[in-house]
C-alpha cells in the first residue's frame, strides 16, 4: 500500500487545552493509523515558557504573578498531552507564528520600540530572543517532536511582510535574509536536540512562497517545508499548490481542512474526501512524506469536525494517509459504524455519536455528502473564487470583490482567473444560473439524507432535519446576496439608469430574506456559530452600502426607499 510516513491530525482552537476532547481525538487516531499531533496555536510557546533570562522568578512575583502561575500550569497539561500521545505511537508538534512576545516584553526591553510606535523586526534582538526561547522550550517540555513555523505570515507581531518601520536598518534588508535569520535562530537549538524544524507556506503571494522555501535551504537539508494542499489557503476549488514537489530538495508535508474553513464549518456537511483523494495521489507521486489533517480553527469556539458529519472526512483522511488507493466505500463504511454527530450540539457536550442501523445508511450518506459539496461549491463560491470568508455573506460591494479578485484571488496561480468574475452580461448569466442550480440541488439533500436516518432517536433526527432546513435558507442568501453585489458593480461599470435601477430592485428581495431569518432565528438556542452564518447585519450593511452608491435615484427626502 502506498502511504506516507507521517499521518498527522490538528487542534487548531481553544478545544486543545480541553483535555476530554484530546483524548477523544487521540482515540480515534489510534484507530485510524495517525501517528503525528499538532497543537496549531500562534502563541502557544508565550503560553509556555516565560523567558527567565528575562522574566526571573522574583520580576514575575513582583509584577506578573496570574502568568507565572498559567505558564507552570500549562508545562504540566503540555506534558501530559505528549506523555499521552507518545504511548499511544504519537508524536507531538508545536505549530506557531513568529515573531511573537508577550507585551511586557516591551517595558523591559523599550529600544524594540521605535519613537513612531513602530516595532523594528530588523534588530537583531530578535534573533538572540528567538534562541533564548526554544532553548527554555525545550527545558520546559521535552518530549516535544518539534515546531511547525509561519514566518511568512502577517498575522504574527513581527514581520518583515508586513513592516512599518522605516529605518535604515529596515531599508536595507532583504526580505530572504530576514527569513534566513528568524530560521537559523529557531532551527540551531532545535536541531541540537534532534527536533524537526517544519517551515509552513502561508503566504499571500508567489513571490513570498518562494522566499519562504529559499530561506529554508540556506538553513539546513533536514528542513521540513510544510504546505497547504492549495496555494494560500484551503479551498478545495483551487488548483494543487504549485510548490508541491518543488522544494528544492528539502522533505514535504502537505496539510488538509477537514473541518470546513471554506466551506460550511461543519454546520453544513460535505465530503471533500473524493478531492483529498485526489490530491494525496498527487502528493505522494510528488515526494511527499506527511499530511496532516486540520480539524477546527482558531476563531470559531464550540466547533470542529469532532461534531459535525464532517467528521467523515477526518476518517477518511486517515484511512487514505495509510493506503491512498483506499476504496472510499470502505472510508464510508467505517465512519457509519463510528457514528453521526449533530453540529447542532456544541463542541464541549461531548455528545455520543449515533450509529445508524439501516443497511443501506452508508450509502445514503456517501450520495449525501457527494452532493452536499456539490451544493457548497456553487453556493459559497463564484465560478471558483471564494465568494467571503469565514463563510459569511459579503457586507460590502467592495468588499466581496476584494475578497475574490485581491485577498482570496487566483490569479497569483493561475494567471486571468478573475476575469470569471468580471460583471459582463456573460458572466452574470452564468453566475446567477450557479446560484440557482444550487438552490434547487439543496432542494433535494433530505431526500437523499433521510435513508440514512431511518431508525435514529427522533431528537437527533430533527436536528438532522433543521439542519437541512437552514441549509436551504443559507443557500438562498447566498443567491440573493450574489445577485445584489453583481447587479450593482454592473452597473457602476456601465454606468447605465436601466442596470442601476436593476441593481436597487434587489434589495428588497434581500431586505425581505433579512426578515424571514429574524423571524426563523426569534426564540431560538442554537451554538453560536449558527448566528455567525446567519448574520443579517452583513446584508443590512450590504443594502446599504448599495443605496449610498445610487443617490440620484432617490429623491432627497428618502433615502432608502427600498429597505
Known amino acids: 500500500m502506498r502511504s506516507f510516513k507521517v499521518r498527522g491530525l490538528e487542534f487548531h482552537s481553544s478545544r486543545m ?53 498559567a505558564i507552570y500550569q500549562n508545562r504540566h497539561y503540555i506534558n501530559k498531552v505528549v506523555r499521552e500521545a507518545r504511548e499511544r505511537g504519537i508524536d507531538f508538534y508545536l505549530e506557531i507564528k513568529e515573531i511573537w512576545y508577550v507585551d511586557e516584553l516591551l517595558e523591559l526591553v523599550p529600544e524594540l520600540r521605535n519613537a513612531d510606535g513602530a516595532i523594528c523586526p530588523s534588530n537583531p534582538f530578535w534573533w538572540r530572543f528567538l534562541d533564548i526561547k526554544m532553548r527554555e522550550l525545550l527545558e520546559a517540555v521535552p518530549g516535544i517532536a518539534g515546531i511547525i513555523v509561519s514566518p511568512g505570515t502577517r498575522e504574527s507581531k513581527v514581520s518583515i511582510s508586513t513592516n512599518a518601520c522605516s529605518c535604515p536598518r529596515c531599508q536595507a534588508q532583504h526580505p530572504l535574509d530576514w527569513y534566513t535569520e528568524l530560521l537559523r535562530a529557531l532551527h540551531t537549538p532545535l536541531g541540537e536536540k534532534g527536533k524537526t524544524l517544519a517551515v509552513r507556506d502561508f503566504s499571500y503571494s508567489a513571490e513570498q512562497q518562494s522566499r519562504m522555501i529559499e530561506a529554508a535551504a540556506r538553513c539546513s537539508d533536514q528542513m521540513v517545508i510544510s504546505l497547504k494542499n492549495t496555494p494560500h489557503d484551503y479551498y478545495p476549488t483551487f488548483p ?121 445508511a452508508a450509502t445514503a ?115 440573493l446576496c450574489a445577485r445584489t453585489v453583481f447587479l450593482t458593480r454592473k452597473a457602476e461599470t456601465t454606468d447605465s439608469a436601466e442596470d442601476s435601477r436593476a441593481a436597487l430592485e434587489s434589495l428588497p428581495p434581500l431586505k425581505a430574506f433579512e426578515d424571514e431569518i429574524a423571524a426563523r432565528m426569534a426564540g431560538t438556542h442554537y451554538p453560536h456559530y449558527v448566528y455567525w452564518l446567519f448574520d443579517m447585519g452583513r446584508l443590512r450593511s450590504l443594502r446599504a452600502d448599495v443605496t449610498r452608491r445610487f443617490p440620484a ?8 426607499p427600498l429597505t
Request: with cysteine.
Open 553 to 560: 435615484l432617490f429623491p432627497d427626502d428618502d433615502k432608502t
Open 240 to 360: 494543487d499548490n504549485p510548490r508541491i514537489g518543488h522544494t528544492g530538495g528539502l522533505r514535504q508535508w502537505v496539510e488538509f481542512d477537514t473541518w470546513g474553513q471554506f466551506f460550511g464549518m461543519g454546520v453544513f456537511p460535505v465530503s471533500v474526501a473524493e478531492d483529498m483523494q485526489e490530491r494525496m495521489r498527487h502528493c505522494f507521486d510528488s515526494g511527499v512524506e506527511g499530511i496532516t489533517l486540520r480539524t477546527d480553527w482558531e476563531v470559531i469556539t464550540e466547533a470542529s469536525a469532532f461534531n459535525s458529519l464532517n467528521l467523515f472526512n477526518v476518517v477518511a483522511g486517515a484511512m487514505m494517509s495509510g493506503n491512498i488507493d483506499l476504496d472510499l466505500d470502505d472510508a464510508y463504511g467505517a465512519w457509519t459504524k463510528h457514528g453521526l454527530l449533530s453540529p447542532l450540539r456544541c463542541q464541549s457536550e461531548l455528545q455520543a455519536p449515533v450509529v445508524p442501523p439501516a443497511p443501506a
Open 17 to 69: 487545552w480541553q483535555w476530554a476532547q484530546v483524548e477523544r481525538a487521540l482515540d480515534l487516531m489510534g484507530k485510524h493509523g495517525l501517528n503525528t499531533l499538532v497543537f496549531h496555536q500562534n502563541d502557544i510557546v508565550e503560553h509556555l515558557v516565560f523567558p527567565q533570562e528575562f522574566f526571573t522568578d522574583e520580576l514575575m512575583w513582583k509584577r506578573w504573578p496570574v502568568r507565572m502561575h
Open 365 to 479: 450518506l456517501k450520495t449525501f455528502m457527494k452532493a452536499s459539496w456539490s451544493v457548497m461549491e456553487k453556493a459559497a463560491y463564484v465560478r471558483g473564487h471564494l465568494f467571503h470568508e469565514d463563510d459569511q455573506y459579503a457586507d460590502t460591494v467592495d468588499k466581496a470583490f476584494a475578497m475574490m479578485v485581491d485577498i482570496h484571488g487566483r490569479d497569483q496561480w493561475e494567471p486571468g482567473a478573475s476575469r470569471l468574475v468580471e460583471p459582463t452580461d456573460d458572466n452574470l448569466e452564468i453566475i446567477f444560473e450557479e446560484k440557482n442550480q444550487a438552490l434547487a440541488e439543496v432542494a433535494g439533500l433530505p431526500e437523499l439524507l433521510r435513508p440514512a436516518l431511518a431508525g435514529l432517536a427522533e431528537d437527533i433526527v430533527a436536528e438532522f432535519e433543521t439542519m437541512l432546513e437552514l441549509y436551504e435558507r443559507y443557500v438562498r442568501g447566498y443567491l
